[in-house]
C-alpha cells in the first residue's frame, strides 16, 4: 500500500505571498491531520479534516485554512506568509476511528524570506 | 489542553546499551499513546504504540509501559544499534488530536 504523499517537497516564497500545500493520504484512510513542526516549537497540530469536514483545529491564526476533498486528498493554504511561517509542514492520515494509528507523510519544507 | 512533557532531550549510549526514554502527559482523557521516530530530512515514523487499556507493550528490541494513574509512558530500547540514531517522539492522543513531546535525540556511539 503507498503511503503519505505531500507534493511539492520543497517550497521558497516571499513574505506576504499564499502557498497551498497537497496531502494524498493512504488508501482508504478518510482523516488527514495537518501538523506544522519547528525547532522551537516542535510538532504542533493545525487541524484534521474527516470525511470533508474540519473535525478539530489548534491554535492557529486565520491565516491557516484547509480543506479535504471527496477522494480524500487535503490541501492546506497559508495566507499573508510570515518569516515565522517557515517550518516543515507534516500531514497524517489515519481511517479516523478513535484510537488509530497516523502515519505521516515525508512533509513539505516551506522556506519563507 | 493536553500537555506532553518529555525527557531527556538528548541521549547519548553506546552501541548494545539501553535507552529510556520517558513522558508525562496531563490529561486523563487521553487514551493512545505512540511512539515515533523521525530521521533527518523524513516524517516521523511509528515505532510503537499503546492504549490506555494496556500496561505493557513489546515488540523485539522496543517495549512501551504506560501508568495511567501517574500519568507517565516510556520507551525502552534494547540492545541499541547506530540505526537507532534518531530523534524519537513521544505523543498523546485526545479525541482525534495528537499533542507531542519536545522530542529526544538519541546517539548510538558504536
Known amino acids: 500500500k503507498a503511503g503519505v504523499t505531500q507534493t511539492p517537497r520543497y517550497l521558497i516564497k516571499t513574505r506576504g505571498q499564499q502557498v497551498t500545500l497537497s496531502c494524498s493520504p493512504i488508501?482508504?484512510?478518510?482523516?488527514v491531520s495537518w501538523y506544522q513542526q519547528t525547532p522551537g516549537q516542535g510538532l504542533q497540530f493545525l487541524f484534521e479534516?474527516?470525511?470533508?469536514?474540519?473535525?478539530n483545529k489548534g491554535n492557529f491564526p486565520g491565516r491557516f485554512s484547509g480543506r479535504q476533498f471527496s477522494n480524500s486528498r487535503s490541501e492546506m493554504n497559508v495566507s499573508t506568509l510570515e518569516l515565522g511561517d517557515s517550518a516543515l509542514y507534516l500531514c497524517?492520515?489515519?481511517?479516523?476511528?478513535?484510537?488509530?494509528?497516523?502515519?505521516f507523510g515525508p512533509g513539505t519544507r516551506l522556506l519563507v524570506l | 489542553g493536553e500537555n506532553v512533557e518529555q525527557h531527556p532531550s538528548t541521549l547519548s549510549v553506546q552501541e548494545g546499551d539501553s535507552a529510556v526514554i520517558k513522558c508525562t502527559y496531563s490529561?486523563?482523557?487521553?487514551?493512545?499513546f505512540p511512539w515515533y521516530k523521525q530521521e533527518l530530512g523524513k516524517g516521523p515514523q511509528l515505532i510503537i504504540d499503546i492504549r490506555s487499556n494496556v500496561g505493557e507493550k513489546k515488540d523485539q528490541r522496543i517495549a512501551v509501559t504506560l501508568n495511567k494513574t501517574a500519568k507517565h509512558f516510556s520507551l525502552h530500547i534494547t540492545e541499541t544499534q547506530p540505526e537507532d540514531s534518531a530523534v524519537y517522539f513521544c505523543?498523546?492522543?485526545?479525541?482525534?488530536?495528537?499533542?507531542f513531546g519536545k522530542g529526544t535525540k538519541l546517539s548510538v556511539i558504536p
Open positions: 479534516y474527516f470525511s470533508e469536514t474540519q473535525r
Open positions: 505523543a498523546a492522543l485526545r479525541g482525534y488530536q495528537l499533542t
Open positions: 497524517a492520515s489515519s481511517t479516523g476511528r478513535s484510537q488509530e494509528t497516523q502515519y
Open positions: 488508501s482508504g484512510h478518510r482523516s
Open positions: 490529561d486523563s482523557a487521553s487514551n493512545y
